[in-house]
């Protein structure tokens, strides 16, 4: 928290836990089948550098997923662990009394986003995807009178739930893959 805040009730909001599992489990999906397939098929690329590399790969994601959003009196502000280098994710903070207003703009993908626009006119993005979402909004109401009624959350948590159900199937495919290919390295 920022000194201006160190003697209010600040509301803490973290990333939704359904969101979070949802694409780390996708990420495995995808992912950890590769250096087994490689060690089968004598690709050129080693098991064990694919393996660096989903780990790596792995922790960055995992920290883009801690995002987290403290409001107060005072401002709102996104931030991050600091075990998370500003380098990669740097966070903002945005005083109340800076907020002009709330934009919405369309994504490439036909949903709807929300931007703060400050009096200097710079843009930050509304997180959309925490828990607690329409606290959040009603917070942001109060704190600058702008009217939230219409501001929904981009995506809604059926959307992420279809995805985690398909995402198990996948990794039960992953499962056999992987049996497969260690069954034809051991034939070899």
Do not use: C
Request: proline share 6%; net charge positive; no cysteine.
């Amino acid at each position: 928290m920022t000194a201006n805040s160190a003697n209010t009730s600040a509301s803490i909001f973290h990333l939704s836990p359904l969101i979070r599992i949802t694409l780390l489990s996708l990420y495995l999906a995808l992912t950890v089948p590769l250096p087994f397939l490689s060690q089968v098929t004598a690709a050129p690329i080693s098991p064990e550098l694919l393996w660096v590399g989903i780990s790596i790969g792995f922790v960055a994601l995992y920290a883009v997923l801690t995002e987290r959003i403290i409001v107060d009196d005072q401002e709102i502000q996104v931030t991050y662990p600091a075990w998370v280098p500003r380098f990669f994710r740097k966070g903002w903070v945005l005083p109340w009394s800076q907020v002009k207003e709330l934009k919405p703009r369309t994504t490439g993908q036909g949903g709807l986003v929300y931007y703060f626009l400050s009096q200097e006119g710079k843009a930050y993005l509304l997180p959309m995807r925490v828990a607690g979402f329409t606290r959040l909004v009603q917070i942001v109401q109060a704190k600058t009178g702008i009217d939230t009624t219409d501001v929904r959350p981009l995506a809604k948590p059926w959307m992420y739930l279809i995805l985690f159900g398909f995402t198990l199937l996948l990794l039960l495919v992953d499962g056999w893959t992987i049996a497969t290919a260690l069954a034809t390295q051991q034939l070899t």
